[in-house]
T-cell receptor
């Protein structure tokens, strides 16, 4: 399967700080998506990106589709305690009918 | 609330036992998926069904079978459970193309002893 590498694996930040994480692939993806998983729940879609270079925001979250189409970035501004969770990137290759997921970035926000 | 419903939420099996994980969605989605989540490995695709009546293998299908019973329901069966199948299992659905994103269920935590 496709390898999606996320970094960092985990982050501990103070409430109010900004957060950056990224996802890289050895393959070109047509679509990049970012999900958040709360403890005991399934992942929930945050942002979807469909064009190289695209920058999309959802509230305090901003994600970018890398120009090479092999990477994507997620930024969270002014973090709050409810941002705690695991963030996953996911990508779609060509016309495939399934997504490949990264290994996740675990975010801890210290009040 | 509308969405994807998985049952059971928790299950403990002995090695060699069989069981079926159930999944149902009420969003009239065409495609359904089964993923497993293991620590440090993200989500890996087991099987998927692009539409009613079709199923295809994903990245890690060995030891599993699936049935797309109708448009709403997609079940995952373990015929002879092994400790390596201890995991959290997620069902997901999408309206059509995977690139528009999935809606996930809340998962089934399975332990095989």
């Amino acid at each position: 399967g496709q390898q999606l590498n996320q970094s960092p694996q985990s982050m501990f930040i103070q409430e109010g700080e900004d957060v950056s994480m990224n996802c890289t692939s050895s393959s070109i993806f047509n679509t990049w998506l970012w999900y958040k998983q709360d403890p005991g729940e399934g992942p929930v879609l945050l942002i979807a990106l469909y064009k190289a270079g695209e920058l999309t925001s959802n509230g305090r979250l901003t994600a970018q589709f890398g120009i090479t189409r092999k990477d994507s970035f997620l930024n969270i501004s002014a973090s709050i305690p409810s941002d705690v969770g695991i963030y996953f990137c996911a990508g779609q290759v060509g016309g495939a009918n399934n997504l490949f997921f990264g290994t996740g970035t675990r975010l801890t926000v210290i009040p | 609330n509308a969405g994807v419903t998985q049952t059971p939420k928790f299950q403990v099996l002995k090695t060699g036992q069989s069981m079926t994980l159930q999944c149902a969605q009420d969003m009239n989605h065409n495609s359904m998926y089964w993923y497993r989540q293991d620590p440090g490995m993200g989500l890996r695709l087991i099987y998927y069904s692009a539409s009613e009546g079709t199923t295809d293998k994903g990245e890690v299908p060995n030891g599993y079978n699936v049935s797309r019973l109708n448009k709403r329901e997609f079940s995952l069966r373990l015929e002879s459970a092994a400790p390596s199948q201890t995991s959290v299992y997620f069902c997901a659905s999408s309206e059509g193309l995977a690139g528009y994103g999935y809606t996930f269920g809340s998962g089934t935590r399975l332990t095989v002893v």
